[in-house]
């Protein structure tokens, strides 16, 4: 099993970012997928969730509006869109597969002021 993220950078507040997981060696159609997050020194948190099909999301309350998650199953890929970034979301953001305990390397982003 290999989920690789990518995206990942430094940018000032109120950018962008595009986070992307890659996914093989498992039927990736299939399952939920989730983003989690780890600012240092804090608690890994949950971000968002998408359902298999991808029409069924839900977020934290913290990026609403600012970040949407999506995926396309034909290219085992896994999105997250951040938009409006703020300090506060500077973390190592991992991808998950839920139901099957699936974790990414993490992708670090950094947003400035």
């Known amino acids: 099993v290999q989920l690789v993220e990518s995206g990942g950078g430094s940018v000032q507040a109120g950018g962008s970012l595009r986070l992307s997981c890659y996914g093989a060696?498992?039927?990736?159609?299939?399952?939920?997928m989730s983003w989690f997050r780890q600012a240092p020194g804090k608690e890994r948190e949950f971000v968002a969730r998408?359902?298999?099909?991808?029409?069924?999301?839900n977020y934290t309350d913290s990026v609403k509006g600012r970040f949407t998650i999506s995926r396309d199953n034909a290219k085992n890929t896994l999105y997250l869109q951040m938009n409006s970034l703020r300090t506060e979301d500077t973390a190592l953001y991992y991808c998950?597969?839920?139901?099957?305990?699936?974790w990414g390397q993490g992708a670090r982003v950094t947003v400035s002021s």
């Open positions: 998950y597969v839920n139901s099957r305990n699936y």
């Open positions: 060696g498992f039927s990736f159609g299939v399952w939920d």
């Open positions: 998408i359902n298999w099909s991808g029409d069924t999301t």
